[in-house]
Structures are given as structure tokens and as C-alpha cells.
């Protein structure tokens, strides 16, 4: 078996995505102020801080910034033989009558956000909860559609959707890593 991989998000095209992003957000919530923005851990912090300074940048408001690790409020994480790497959630701010915007990278079965919604609930209770993603890849397990989507990407279930961001990885790329079987050239006539 190989890996063919395809670039689908360069720099420029994901700086677009979160800027379209950042614009439906301020068209659908009317009261800009009452913003707070919590990405998921790893690659949905950095977008959500992009999505806050680009706010800061257009409308002069510091939105607050939560990271959120949902690693034990995942369904999965007793099935695991390994022990789960938990990072710090950081929500330092009261998310009562707050319009949150739940961000991530991929959004793919679903599972990641609810298990983002349980941790988010014990927290407190926001006034809405809306999801921004970079990308959508399709395949819902749950039923759960993002608010604000980058770019749809359709994909087969097999395949790996790879987000790589400056902060974590050094570049901004997404692509797309699809497994084709080698073909036998003996059966080929």
C-alpha cells in the first residue's frame, strides 16, 4: 500500500478561510462584545486566536481567549490501552450570557466536539455555543454540522485530512493523505 498525499490549503488559502470565518461571526452574532472564543487543543487554539486578533483588528474588541483539552470527556478514552496526554484547559473567563465560538481544526465524526460540549457545560452555561472549523470532511457519526466551515473537503473515511499551523508545526498547510493500493502489473493486460 502507498500514501498519495495532495495538498489542498496553502498559507494564503487558510488565512482566507479564517478571514471569511472571522466575518461570518461578526454578521451572525449581533452583539460583538459578548464574544468569547475556546479552541480545542492543538491545532483549534491557534485558529481561535487568529479569529480573536482578527476581530480585535476590525472592531476594537478584545474577545477572550479559552484553550480547551478534551481528551478525558471523550467517549473513547477508557477503550485506549494508553493512557491519555492531557494538556491544560484554560478558560479564564465567566462563559454565563457569553455567544461562544467552539473552534477546531478538522471536523470529521463529530465525537471531538461532544465531547467539547459536555467539558464546556461544566464550565458554565453560555448563552449560544456556535462551531467554527477550518475544515469539514464529512463522515458524522453524530449529529452535529459546524456554523462556520474554511472549506469543505470531501474525503473518503480512510482518508487522513493533515492541518499543519505556523505555532505548532512551523507551516500552514492542509492536505489530504489517501492510502492506493499498488497495482499488481502482472494482472494488467
Do not use: C
Not at 485558529?47 to 476594537?60: C, D, G, T
Not at 473513547?76 to 455567544?99: C, G, M, W, Y
Not at 449529529?143 to 472549506?151: E, F, Q, S, T
Not at 500552514?172 to 494488467?188: A, H, N, P, R, S
Amino acid at each position: 500500500m502507498t500514501v498519495a498525499t495532495k495538498a489542498v490549503l496553502d498559507q494564503k488559502k487558510i488565512a482566507r478561510a479564517i478571514t471569511r470565518i472571522t466575518h461570518e461571526i461578526l454578521e451572525q452574532v449581533d452583539d460583538h462584545k459578548s464574544l468569547g472564543i475556546i479552541g480545542i487543543l492543538t491545532r483549534g487554539a491557534p485558529i481561535a486566536r487568529r479569529i480573536a486578533a482578527q476581530i480585535k483588528e476590525l472592531e476594537k474588541i478584545d474577545v477572550p481567549v479559552g484553550l480547551m483539552d478534551i481528551s478525558l470527556y471523550r467517549d473513547d478514552v477508557h477503550s485506549k490501552l494508553d493512557q491519555p496526554v492531557v494538556q491544560t484547559t484554560d478558560i479564564l473567563f465567566e462563559l454565563a450570557n457569553r455567544n461562544v465560538i467552539l473552534v477546531d481544526d478538522v471536523l470529521f465524526t463529530g465525537r471531538t466536539i461532544r465531547a467539547a460540549l459536555s467539558q464546556i457545560v461544566d464550565f458554565g452555561r453560555p448563552k449560544t455555543i456556535q462551531l467554527a472549523v477550518l475544515v469539514d470532511r464529512g463522515h458524522r457519526e453524530l449529529p452535529i454540522k459546524a456554523d462556520y466551515v474554511g472549506v469543505n473537503i470531501p474525503t473518503s473515511k480512510n482518508d487522513m485530512v493533515v492541518v499543519k499551523l505556523i505555532e505548532n508545526d512551523g507551516e500552514d498547510i492542509v492536505f489530504v493523505e489517501t492510502e492506493k493500493l499498488k497495482q499488481d502489473k502482472k494482472g494488467k493486460n
